[in-house]
């Protein structure tokens, strides 16, 4: 997940353009357009996040005298400029038919349902994702108040910080694929405007604003504790409230559902499904392996995973393209599984994604397994059964793993 270090290249970026701000440094110039490159090879999207940053620091630049009269700032800047073009654009165009295609699956996103472009479910869809999982809901009633005082007081930059919230808020708003790790990028914003909350609270003579303050600090701390390491008390505690607009909404999140983020102790069975396929195929070249199952903890992907680990390199696991997201009957079923030679199949008993019956995912793998439960696959025959424990604190998500072989 490169959303956490694209955040971090931003922060950096970020705080480059505060030093030429306060004086233009030929060192910092060079750092800027380096840390630039590095910030767009990371996500496509980093120029979204800075376009504004950037905006504004041109406009300052430009009303110093010293950028005015001085020629070198502007060469440096020029070849700062060829620099950046130099380490981005190749890779860039080198892998255009990738990104085109990778792309293109991930505009449309992950979910089946999504709200009307324009309807306000669209408008305040994301705003639901950063209470919940985010600033959590006395986070945002922080934020809230915060955005309040800062257009009130005269705060240095005020209207970029603001346009930076709003512009990239709607940005991410307005495409198909609404998720929410697009705005992750937005956190350090929410928390520069929390912040200032905070120390305009801790600053107050009112008691009210001193014990909020120190409350929603208190609650960050034990949150963090529980929700990762189950200290003091277990992650099971969570209150729910339907709002308007936004519908439900965590009042408190002290659970691991719908978001796991303690350690499982719990075995998963990837090494004895691997084990037990390659004890059966020792001089087989290429096995291809029917992964009807999208579980946080089991998936193709850490299947795969797995078997590199074990220096299995003649496993191919099915992954999830255009071609199954399209599929619709049994027939096309039938073709897709003769078409790709698939010796194994791995079904799940009831849950093929978890509880989110709105991953995109979620009906064409229901098809393929009611295709192989209901015994329509009539050349693969079932041969072992994994347990597959229990993933969450508040839902009994146990399940089991069918193993198919083909006959």
Known sequence: MLD?????SILIVLFILYKLRNGLSIKYIYLLFLSLAITQSIKWYACIYLAIPIFFTILQLLKKKEFQKGKNYRLHLLFGIIIFTILTVPWYLANFE?????????????????????????????????????????????????IILIIKNNVPNKLELLLILIFNYLFFTFIPNRNIRYLI????????VMGYGISR??????????FSSVFIIIYYFFSYFILSFGIPVRPIYKYTYYFPLI???????????????????????????????????????????????DRYYLNTDNLRLFSKLKGINNFF?????????????????????????FSYALIPLKNVVGEDKNYIAYKPLKLFQEYFLSGQAENFKFVKEYPLPKSQFLINDSDKLLLFKRQ
């Open 247 to 293: 519908k439900w909404v965590d009042l408190y999140y002290l659970a691991d559902y719908p978001v796991k983020t303690i350690y499982d102790p719990a075995v998963w069975p990837q090494n004895e499904i691997i084990k037990d396929i390659k004890k059966d195929n020792l001089n087989q070249e290429a096995v291809m392996i029917f992964t009807c199952v």
């Open 201 to 210: 609270g801790l600053e107050s003579k009112k008691t009210i604003a001193i």
């Open 4 to 8: 956490l270090p694209l955040t971090a």
């Open 185 to 192: 990028p937005l956190m350090p914003f929410f928390a520069m």
């Open 98 to 146: 990738t990104l085109i295609h990778q792309g293109s699956f991930a505009w449309i996103g992950e979910s089946i349902t999504r709200p009307d472009f324009l309807s306000l479910d669209a408008l305040f869809f994301h705003l639901k994702l950063i209470i919940m999982f985010q600033t959590n809901f006395f986070g945002f009633l922080l934020f809230v108040v915060s």
């Open 317 to 341: 696991f099915s992954s999830y393209n255009f071609e199954i997201l399209n599929i619709k009957n049994e027939n096309e079923i039938r073709g897709y599984v003769k078409k790709n030679n």
